[in-house]
């Protein structure tokens, strides 16, 4: 029903970049919250950054100004741009979303996004 599908993880050099993308399908982006969470291991998974339905976007201090995240509301997906990746940023990546309606939280796969030093 609801399905969240994330592609574009991979190994980088530190400096190095990557784009992610997450696909929707059951749940539109355009109307419910968004966003893009990270687990490294032994860690707890943080926000990365998160779209509000009405375009507002806000970023997790680690990643500010290295980090882009955007979305297409006619292709109903979402990317995050990462440059200047660093080893720190090393983790599964996840597509999260929550529908505003009902508060119904909904999780992709995960992709593995590694940055060598």
């Known amino acids: 029903q609801v399905q969240l599908v994330e592609s574009g993880g991979g190994l980088v050099q530190a400096g190095g970049s990557l784009g992610l993308s997450c696909v929707a399908s059951?749940?539109?982006?355009?109307?419910?919250?968004v966003g893009w969470y990270r687990q490294a291991p032994g860690k707890q998974r943080e926000l990365v950054a998160i779209i509000r339905s009405g375009g507002s976007i806000e970023y997790a201090d680690s990643v500010k100004g290295r980090f882009t995240f955007s979305r297409d509301n006619t292709k109903n997906t979402v990317y995050l741009q990462m440059n200047g990746l660093k080893p720190e940023d090393t983790a599964v990546y996840y597509c999260?979303?929550?529908?505003?309606?009902?508060?119904?939280?909904?999780w992709g796969q995960g992709t593995q996004v590694t940055v060598s030093s």
């Open positions: 999260h979303a929550r529908r505003v309606r009902t508060g119904v939280e909904y």
């Open positions: 059951g749940i539109a982006f355009s109307i419910n919250t």
